[in-house]
């Protein structure tokens, strides 16, 4: 089964900030990459699919990039609202594991 | 409007067996290509994909719970089970709900439930 790993696991950032977090699979999933944000208490919010596609209502200051097995999510200008958990997950085809996470708080 | 929502027991003792029931509006998991998904979260934890069922009754599962797990779909209700027997204190999670539309590029889930708590204790 593929594994994802992301990097770093936690990071400190200013609002205004941009911000990148990576994502490493074990093997190629070619363009099948999912990016989601989640807050406390909350069910996750899908981002971006597909490596680079972005979800219908998210801000465009989120955008992804990648192929293969190498990966990143970029905040540019950091909101307030952005101060969450940030997941990865490959989806060319079951199994579709997650990586293990990003939290990403305020400096 | 997509809705999804999870229901099941909040306890459950070790070795039982739990059984989840998602309950979805605004699609049919009918439609070609559609896909419902069960991923669960501990405490304080990641999030870990546990199973899928493909509109066509095709079923995948999480290779370290495989030999746990059953999927399984009533079209009729709008609903998708999932069991996990054997049930100990580290499954203790939220169990979450998804759906991936047709004709995605891959299966990304684009609507979530709610999640249910689901703790294992005696």
């Known amino acids: 089964d593929i594994q994802m790993t992301q990097s770093p696991s936690s990071l400190s950032a200013s609002v205004g900030d941009r911000v990148t977090i990576t994502c490493r699979a074990s093997?190629?999933?070619?363009?099948?990459l999912n990016w989601y944000q989640q807050k406390p208490g909350k069910a996750p919010k899908l981002l971006i699919y597909?490596?680079?596609s972005l979800q219908t209502g998210v801000p465009s200051r989120f955008s992804g990039s990648g192929s293969g097995t190498d990966f990143t999510l970029t905040i540019t200008s950091l909101q307030p609202e952005d101060f969450a958990t940030y997941y990865c997950?490959?989806?060319?085809?079951?199994?579709?594991?997650f990586g293990q996470g990003t939290r990403l708080d305020i400096k | 409007q997509v809705t999804l929502r999870e229901s099941g027991p909040a306890l459950v003792k070790p070795t039982q067996t739990l059984t989840l029931t998602c309950t979805f509006s605004?699609?049919?998991?009918?439609?070609?290509?559609?896909?419902v998904s069960w991923v669960r979260q501990p405490p304080g934890g990641a999030l870990e994909w546990l199973a899928l069922?493909?509109?066509?009754?095709?079923?995948y599962y999480n290779t370290s719970l495989k030999t746990r797990l059953t999927i399984s779909k009533d079209t009729s209700k709008n609903q998708v089970v999932l069991t996990m027997t054997n049930m100990d204190p580290v499954d203790t999670a939220t169990y979450y709900c998804?759906?991936?539309?047709?004709?995605?590029?891959?299966?990304?889930?684009?609507?979530w439930g709610q999640g249910t708590l689901v703790t294992v204790s005696s």
């Open positions: 998804a759906r991936t539309p047709p004709e995605s590029s891959g299966y990304y889930l684009d609507h």
């Open positions: 605004g699609f049919s998991l009918s439609a070609i290509g559609m896909s």
């Open positions: 069922i493909h509109w066509d009754d095709d079923k």
């Open positions: 093997q190629t999933s070619g363009r099948y």
């Open positions: 597909a490596a680079s």
């Open positions: 997950q490959q989806s060319f085809s079951p199994p579709t594991p």
